[in-house]
């Protein structure tokens, strides 16, 4: 089993659609979470950290629920500049490597 | 401003050549990373190292070695190429003994192994 596992997509969606990405991760030690974007052929960049109390960072919404392991990403009002594919990635506590999971492609059509 | 640069960008080799991946950062990160990049297969973990002299095996360390003689530069080599070693390759550092801080990535490193 994948220690990070996210459905490889791709999601269509329409502009101005809300789409929500699921991650799951087997390692209950896991401590620290966060969302990647990887463009084609380019390297990942954070796209934002996700904390236990959930957060926000405009049209973007992570949660984290740490009792059935999994993360998810929100994002409203979809972009033309959204499409991508997100990573979702954690590690453990002691460990300074991430951990990614495959990735989820989103494609926004006009 | 501070970055992480990869060279080459792309290469082609032969089977059986050593091959080295050179990752050069500005940042003073501590921490360098890296990883290859396979379709269906995610990023996985090469090799990482926490400072100077520090190297440690990732889940995918087969065949590859690293070493880490200073604060900025840790070059990956590819001990015998082989075709399964075709892949993207990325470099990545962080900030010191601090798990929730952002990774920076270079940009890539196709690698062809004919």
């Known amino acids: 089993r994948k220690e990070v596992e996210q459905d490889p997509g791709p999601f269509n969606v329409p502009e101005g659609a809300t789409v929500a990405f699921n991650c799951t991760y087997s390692?209950?030690?896991?401590?620290?979470f966060f969302w990647y974007r990887q463009d084609c052929r380019k390297e990942p960049k954070l796209l934002m950290s996700v904390y236990s109390s959930g957060n926000e960072d405009g049209r973007f919404t992570a949660q984290l629920n740490r009792a059935s392991q999994y993360i998810s990403l929100l994002i409203r009002d979809s972009k033309l500049s959204d499409s991508a594919t997100y990573l979702c990635v954690v590690n453990w506590a002691g460990r300074r490597a991430l951990t990614f999971g495959s990735g989820t492609r989103l494609q926004v059509q006009p | 401003d501070a970055e992480i640069t990869q060279s080459p960008r792309h290469k082609i080799t032969e089977t059986g050549r050593q091959v080295t991946l050179a990752c050069h950062q500005t940042w003073n990160h501590n921490n360098m990373f890296w990883y290859r990049q396979d379709l269906g297969h995610g990023l996985r973990l090469i090799h990482y190292?926490?400072?100077?002299?520090?190297?440690n095996k990732g889940e995918v360390s087969d065949g590859y070695s690293v070493s880490r003689s200073n604060t900025e530069d840790l070059p990956l080599t590819l001990e015998s190429a082989a075709s399964s070693q075709t892949s993207v390759y990325f470099c990545?550092?962080?900030?010191?003994?601090?798990?929730?801080?952002?990774?920076?990535f270079g940009q890539g490193t196709r690698l062809t192994v004919v």
């Open positions: 190292s926490y400072g100077v002299h520090d190297t």
């Open positions: 390692n209950s030690a896991s401590q620290s």
């Open positions: 990545a550092s962080s900030d010191v003994g601090l798990e929730n801080t952002e990774a920076f």
